[in-house]
Antibody, heavy 116, light 107 residues
Framework: EVQLVESGGGLVQPGGSLRLSCAAS????????MAWVRQTPGKGLEWVAN????????NYVDSVKGRFTISRDNAKTSLYLQMNSLRAEDTAIYYC?????????WGQGTRVTVSS | DIQMTQSRSSLSASVGDRVTITCRAS??????LNWYQQKPGKAPKLLIN???SLQSGVPSRFSGSGSGTDFTLIISTLQPDDFATYYC?????????FGQGTKVEVK
């Protein structure tokens, strides 16, 4: 059974940093692109970033470029999202997802709140 | 970025109804169109990818069609479990983008 379990969310002040983690199991992690998708009541679902199987290629939505970094550790079957210079508009539920050009598996999400 | 527009943010329907949800892309996305279902407090679930390919375990009352810029999700006979929000997504060009969602509510 595919499982994606996020952790690391929480309350952070504007300008602060947070690192999200995702533990993956139940599938050959190193064979798949992985991605982060976030959801807010206002903007709905927003694809944030994805990363190739070996980490050699990464893509980001413009709104997070230069602030967020996606990474992975295939030995630990884990996906990460380092979020710096956080803004109020980054407040959202962040989902770890398997990116097969459709998002075929999603974690339960971790909530990030950026507020003073 | 490619904009995905779902014409209705909500619709009211009854069990047994045929429900049609539409999605339009701001440019041609070939067949790279996916549909998701989301229930309150849960992550979205992939129903259909590449326009019409039903995911394993998804009931056959769900179907998808379209090409280019205009796409449709049909629920042939609405069941109680189908009241949810449905999103389309293009995976033709990064960044992948989603429609704003169509909430299917009880009439």
């Amino acid at each position: 059974e595919v499982q994606l379990v996020e952790s690391g969310g929480g309350l952070v002040q504007p300008g602060g940093s947070l690192r999200l983690s995702c533990a993956a199991s139940g599938f050959p992690f190193s064979s798949y692109w992985m991605a982060w998708v976030r959801q807010t009541p206002g903007k709905g679902l927003e694809w944030v970033a994805n990363i190739k199987q070996d980490g050699s290629e990464k893509n980001y939505v413009d709104s997070v470029k230069g602030r967020f970094t996606i990474s992975r550790d295939n030995a630990k079957t884990s996906l990460y999202l380092q979020m710096n210079s956080l803004r109020a508009e980054d407040t959202a539920i962040y989902y770890c997802t398997r990116d097969s050009r459709s998002t075929d598996f999603w974690g339960q999400g971790t909530r990030v709140t950026v507020s003073s | 970025d490619i904009q995905m527009t779902q014409s209705r943010s909500s619709l009211s329907a009854s069990v047994g109804d045929r429900v049609t949800i539409t999605c339009r892309a701001s440019q041609s996305i070939s067949s790279y169109l996916n549909w998701y279902q989301q229930k309150p407090g849960k992550a979205p679930k992939l129903l259909i990818n590449v326009v019409s390919s039903l995911q394993s375990g998804v009931p056959s009352r769900f179907s998808g069609s379209g090409s280019g810029t205009d796409f449709t999700l049909i629920i042939s006979t609405l069941q109680p479990d189908d009241f949810a929000t449905y999103y389309c997504q293009q995976s033709y060009k990064i960044p992948w983008t989603f429609g704003q969602g169509t909430k299917v509510e009880v009439k």
